[in-house]
């Protein structure tokens, strides 16, 4: 199983007995009190506390890594961006950057190798750190033979406890969503965000089609993938290669695996819509439930925690004397 996004995974840890307002609502005060948090001591902490509540809920670290692993791209980015930007604080390390045509060629053919052997790994992020890090080299200490142009790569040190900061936020977030998605059933989940929803009924606000909207979002997710992942294997099978090609041959490929994308989708959408119809459903009606939530004690203790979590983070925040 490689996409976890919003698909729900059995088990029996304490999550998975949990009301699903509960997780609703304590995902959110939570997320609230990470994005107060400001310093990176308590950052950590968090991340500390998270992976403790995952191990006594029996929640396998390999689940919340599959669920980040779509996101990694954008992490290395935010990273990236912030050390090389963000100029603020004292310089951590600074460096000459020589640009000359033996360091440019040997950096085309880092980039040519690394693109045509990344396939043949495992690890295909640490082989891309790798990568950065002989592109590094490269520039700073191998090629300096008659540069024609120079310049200073500097690291600060604000941007390097920005970026890491950032990044540590968004692995919170994504964890805590995580969690949620494969410990809630899809009806659950319904269930909950309707009730979690009921105070914009004073706005009239249909809540119920937006939580029947949000969870069947989020249940179609790893069913498209899959879709998506099977369409990619028959061609594959075909001689369709999407790692390989020119420019315009994998704009091809692509068209190629969206307009069958686009079927099923429309194909999923109206079986759905057959199926409602024949359960009789009417969009804004009244309607009776067969399974109904019931609150219990560790209910009120996770939303007790939330709370603390959530008052603590207000505290130190605006707190003079921390």
Same mark, same amino acid.
């Given at each position: ?13 304490f999550?998975?007995s ?7 609502i ?5 997320m ?7 310093? %990176?001591?308590l950052?950590?902490?968090?991340i ?17 890594? !599959? ?17 090389? %930007? ?15 045509? !033996? ?10 190798? +690394? ?11 640490f082989? %891309? ?43 919170? *977030? ?14 659950? !989940?319904?269930?909950? !965000? ?16 937006i939580?029947? *909207? ?88 996770? *939303?007790?925690?939330? %709370? ?5 983070s207000?505290?130190?925040? *605006?707190?003079? +004397?921390?």
């Amino acid at each position: 199983m490689k996409v976890v996004i919003g698909r729900y995974v059995p088990g029996s840890g304490f999550f998975y007995s949990m009301d699903p307002r509960t997780k609703i609502i304590a995902l959110i005060l939570l997320m609230i009190a990470t994005f107060l948090i400001d310093s %990176f001591a308590l950052m950590l902490g968090a991340i500390g506390l998270i992976v403790l509540l995952m191990m006594a809920g029996r929640i396998g670290i390999k689940r919340v890594y !599959l669920g980040l692993r779509p996101l990694m791209f954008l992490l290395i980015f935010t990273f990236v961006f912030q050390i090389l %930007f963000n100029r603020q604080g004292e310089i951590l390390l600074s460096r000459t950057v020589y640009y000359s045509f !033996l360091s440019l060629a040997l950096a085309v053919g880092l980039v040519v190798f +690394w693109f045509f052997t990344k396939k043949f790994t495992r690890f295909k992020l640490f082989y %891309f750190v790798i990568m950065v890090a002989g592109l590094y080299a490269i520039f700073t200490e191998i090629g300096n033979v008659s540069p024609f142009a120079t310049g200073t790569l500097a690291i600060y040190e604000e941007g390097l406890s920005m970026a890491a900061f950032i990044m540590l936020r968004l692995i919170i *977030i994504v964890t805590l969503s995580t969690i949620l998605t494969i410990t809630t059933k899809p009806t659950d !989940l319904n269930l909950g !965000l309707e009730h979690v929803l009921k105070p914009l009924k004073i706005f009239r606000i249909n809540t119920e089609d937006i939580a029947m *909207i949000i969870s069947i979002s989020l249940r179609y997710i790893p069913t498209l993938l899959d879709e998506a992942n099977k369409i990619m294997l028959a061609q594959a099978s075909r001689g369709v290669d999407f790692k390989e090609g020119k420019l315009k041959d994998k704009v091809m490929q692509i068209v190629s695996l969206l307009v069958p994308m686009f079927i099923i989708s429309f194909k999923r959408s109206d079986e759905l819509a057959n199926a409602m119809e024949a359960r009789s459903f009417t969009p804004g009606a009244t309607r009776t439930r067969l399974h109904q939530l019931s609150w219990k004690r560790l209910d009120s203790v996770a *939303i007790g925690i939330a %709370f603390l979590a959530l008052s603590l983070s207000i505290v130190l925040r *605006i707190s003079p +004397w921390i």
